[in-house]
């Protein structure tokens, strides 16, 4: 017969056995759920790698002039106006002309597409975003405070006909449009689509001549019959 020492033994034994064996399993399933956590990070990171090499090939193939653009800049100035109590930007920036040449400075160009450098003549892309003062008309100003505006007043999208120049010498007009950001990564990494409508509008402006100059004949026509 076993001794009740020998008994109390055997129970400590057998019970630390359960226990190392519950505490095995339980690192065991850490172990597999730690590599699943792991094995999930790296797909979302191959695909998040995928995802930008694929933007980054439209971004550079597109045949339409693409900036991306840092709008970050401009998020707080926007925020300390409205703690100012300003109600209506446009009213206050018409107001003081020089507010936009200060926030339109806190733009940033991250990067631009080869199409904008054939749209502007410019050899590289550094010489662009160096230089972008340069493209600049008193009317793309005010296109500026109108996006200003739009952010303000929480609108989704922004697009508009603004004249630019060129590095060459031309004055070209642009259809220029951009999403409004929402979120700190949007405002960092904002793409703006630039398209040379310069010919569309020199066609209609032709149409417009040749309609006139119709018409002028339709209304001298009944006079020279008689």
């Known amino acids: 017969l076993l001794g009740p020492m020998t008994i109390v033994l055997a129970g400590l034994l057998i019970g630390t056995s359960r226990d190392l064996t519950r505490f095995i399993g339980q690192t065991f399933r850490l172990q597999q759920e730690k590599e699943t956590v ?3 990070l790296r ?3 191959q695909a998040q790698r995928e995802n930008e090499s694929r933007y980054r090939q439209l971004f550079d193939t597109a045949k339409v002039s693409i900036w991306d653009e840092d709008l970050s800049g401009i998020e ?3 925020h300390e106006l409205r703690q100012m109590g300003v109600t209506d930007l446009r009213e206050y920036l018409d107001e003081r002309p020089e507010e936009v040449l200060r ?3 806190l733009v940033r160009i991250n990067s631009v597409n080869d199409a904008t450098l054939w749209m502007y003549g410019v050899e590289s892309k550094a010489e662009f975003i160096d230089n972008l003062d340069g493209i600049m008309t008193a009317e793309t100003l ?3 405070t109108d996006v200003l505006c739009a952010i303000w007043n929480n609108e989704a999208y922004y697009s508009s006909e603004v004249s630019h120049k060129t590095f060459d010498g031309r004055e070209i007009t642009v259809v220029f449009s951009l999403p409004i950001p929402r979120t700190p990564a949007e405002w960092q990494h904002v793409p ?3 398209v040379d409508i310069t010919g569309r509008k020199v066609a209609e402006s032709e149409l417009k001549v040749s309609e006139v100059k119709l018409s002028g004949i339709l209304d001298m026509a009944p006079e020279a019959i008689i």
Do not use: C, R
């Open 38 to 40: 792991i094995n999930d």
């Open 43 to 45: 797909l979302s990171e």
């Open 76 to 78: 707080p100035v926007l």
């Open 103 to 105: 926030i339109a400075a």
């Open 142 to 144: 005010g296109g500026f």
């Open 192 to 194: 703006v689509s630039v």
